[in-house]
């Protein structure tokens, strides 16, 4: 069993995240800056932002993997991709680090163009570039060091939960889209993906879409 934290544990993906993984009998430690009312039994929740990298990586020790749920919107806006670099750059060489990106980065087809060059609204693009901006980073990075970064469909969100069906399909670089052109997946089953990947790592230092 690995050792899991996951910042922004307490949003919708990280929430989400942080149950499947306690489902399955992993170690987890829920980072957020506050501790919600409802937790997840088996959990351990600890105070901490990724605006605070050091004392951060101070509360992680000992972890095998950190997942990054914090989207950057409202007022981490710009705040997260240089955070998330210095993350990166900070936690041990041994520690996986997952992110957990946008849709916007996804390529539309095989080849391009991305999705967020292909008609996206304009409110959620300044979001959808800073992820792809992080994306970016960690492809830059010769490090060595072991990441992941995911990005859901294009309706995943909390304004459309949906339900946990144990199934999803991988979709490379490329946006997963049904026979209708539709791209949903719900919450319970994105964090089916991360924990999978967690579990049985398929996408070393690489990036991977989900749906249905």
Do not use: C
Not at 82 to 105: F, H, Q
Not at 187 to 192: N, R
């Amino acid at each position: 069993m690995a050792r899991i934290a996951v910042i922004g544990g307490t949003g919708y993906a990280g929430s989400h995240i942080v149950e499947e993984a306690v489902s399955r009998g992993h170690t987890v430690v829920s980072v957020a800056r506050k501790v919600p009312a409802e937790r997840v039994e088996g959990a351990t929740y600890l105070e901490g932002t990724l605006l605070d990298v050091p004392a951060l990586v101070s509360q992680l020790e000992g972890v095998d993997v950190v997942v990054s749920a914090v989207a950057p919107r409202g007022d981490m806006q710009g705040q997260v991709r240089p955070n998330t670099a210095l993350l990166a750059e900070s936690l041990p060489e041994n520690v996986r680090l997952g992110v957990v990106g946008g849709a916007g980065g996804s390529l539309v087809a095989p080849g391009g163009p991305r999705l967020v060059d292909s008609g996206f609204p304009e409110e959620f693009k300044d979001e959808a570039l800073e992820a792809i901006g992080i994306l970016d980073d960690l492809q830059a990075d010769d490090s060595g060091r072991d990441w992941f970064f995911i990005h859901p469909a294009g309706g995943f969100g909390s304004f459309n939960p949906g339900e946990r069906t144990g199934h999803y399909r991988d979709g490379g670089d490329v946006l997963v889209t049904d026979e209708n052109g539709d791209s949903f997946i719900s919450g319970a089953d994105f964090a089916i993906a991360v924990v999978d990947e967690i579990e049985n790592p398929k996408h070393i230092r690489e990036r991977f879409t989900v749906g249905y």
